[in-house]
C-alpha cells in the first residue's frame, strides 16, 4: 500500500497563534487529498477536499479562512490553522487518493493539536 | 435519511475465535466499500476494498462480503489474536450522490481476549 506521513506528529501552541501541519504522499502521486477532525472515541470528520493546484472543497460549518488547505503539488498538502483557540485542539488526519490508486485512499498517522 | 452504521461500538472475542463486524448503510448506492484498522492516536490504515459488483474480497485472515440488496457489508476475521485489537471503521463512497468522498460508519472497537 501506500504511504502517507504527516508533520509535526504532536504539537502544543498558544492561543491565537498559527499551526501549520503537512501532509506528504512518499510514492505516489496523490492527486486528491482530504482533511479530517476526529475527536476522542468519535469517528472521522471531513473537513475539506482539496486537488492539486485547486482551490479546496470545504464541508458545511468548516471555517476556510480558519482553515487553510494548500495542495500546491502531487505530493504535498498543507493545512494551517489560523488564530488557534482551545476548541481547536483536536487530532487532524490528511489522507490521500490518487496515481495509481484510484480508489484506494490512504491516511497518515495523524496530528494532536492542543491550544493552551 | 442517509446512515451508515456499525452495529456493537464493541465487541469482545476469545483468542481463536472468528470476529464478525457489521456495516450496514441507508440511501446510499455505494460504488465500493472499504475497511480500515485505527490504534488509539494514530490515523486509519486501509485494509481491504470491495466493489459493488463482488460478493467477497480475502487477505490473509481478513474476509469481507457485501450484500447490495441487504445493504450490508460483514468484515471477518479468523484465528483472532489479541494484536487484532483496535477499532475498526467501513468507510463506503457513493459516487451516484456527488459524494465523491469517504464516508465512515463510527467504528466497532474489538479487544481479543488471551
Known amino acids: 500500500g501506500a504511504v502517507v506521513s504527516q508533520h509535526p506528529s504532536r504539537v502544543i501552541c498558544k492561543s491565537g497563534t498559527s499551526v501549520k501541519i503537512e501532509c506528504r504522499s512518499l510514492?505516489?502521486?496523490?492527486?486528491?487529498m482530504f482533511w479530517y477532525r476526529q475527536f476522542p472515541k468519535k469517528s472521522l470528520m471531513l473537513m475539506a477536499t482539496?486537488?492539486?493546484?485547486?482551490?479546496?472543497?470545504?464541508e458545511q460549518g468548516v471555517e476556510k479562512d480558519k482553515f487553510l488547505i494548500n495542495h500546491a503539488s502531487l505530493t504535498l498538502s498543507t493545512l494551517t490553522v489560523t488564530s488557534a483557540h482551545p476548541e481547536d485542539s483536536s487530532f487532524y488526519i490528511c489522507s490521500a487518493r490518487g496515481t495509481p490508486y484510484y480508489n484506494e485512499q490512504f491516511f497518515g498517522p495523524g496530528t494532536r493539536l492542543t491550544v493552551l | 435519511s442517509q446512515k451508515i452504521e456499525q452495529n456493537s461500538e464493541a465487541l469482545n472475542i476469545q483468542e481463536g475465535k472468528t470476529a464478525t463486524l457489521t456495516c450496514n448503510y441507508t440511501?446510499?448506492?455505494?460504488?465500493?466499500l472499504q475497511w480500515y484498522r485505527q490504534d488509539p492516536g494514530r490515523g486509519p490504515v486501509f485494509l481491504l476494498l470491495?466493489?459493488?459488483?463482488?460478493k467477497e474480497k480475502r487477505k490473509e485472515r481478513l474476509k469481507v462480503t457485501f450484500d447490495t440488496t441487504l445493504k450490508q457489508s460483514l468484515f471477518h476475521i479468523t484465528a483472532s489474536q489479541p494484536a487484532d485489537s483496535a477499532t475498526y471503521l467501513c468507510a463506503l463512497r457513493d459516487l451516484s450522490g456527488g459524494y465523491n468522498k469517504l464516508i465512515f460508519g463510527a467504528g466497532t472497537r474489538l479487544a481479543v481476549h488471551p
Open positions: 482539496s486537488n492539486e493546484g485547486s482551490k479546496a472543497t470545504y
Open positions: 440511501n446510499y448506492s455505494p460504488a465500493y
Open positions: 510514492d505516489f502521486q496523490a492527486t486528491t
Open positions: 470491495i466493489r459493488e459488483n463482488e
